[in-house]
């Protein structure tokens, strides 16, 4: 049981960050563009948002699927 309450707090966990990250893009879209576009090492902002995301995302679906305990074919 103690294994599916930790479940269950990963899946919550890594879906409310994911979706926090997600809000947080399109609230401050305009100044991401506004920064990334001065040139320079600006660039770096885009690839870490991206990674972040991709991570948290990559991490809350994973979460859902052992969740529910789905796993792929071997």
Known sequence: ???RALDAGRLVGYGVVTALLY????????????VTGQGGWS?????AIAFTLSYTHGT????FWD?????AKR
């Open 23 to 34: 809000a947080l893009l399109f609230a401050f879209e305009d100044r991401i563009l506004e």
């Open 67 to 71: 969740f529910f305990g789905i796993k």
């Open 1 to 3: 049981m103690a294994n």
């Open 43 to 47: 660039f770096l902002i885009p690839l």
């Open 60 to 63: 809350f679906t994973a979460s």
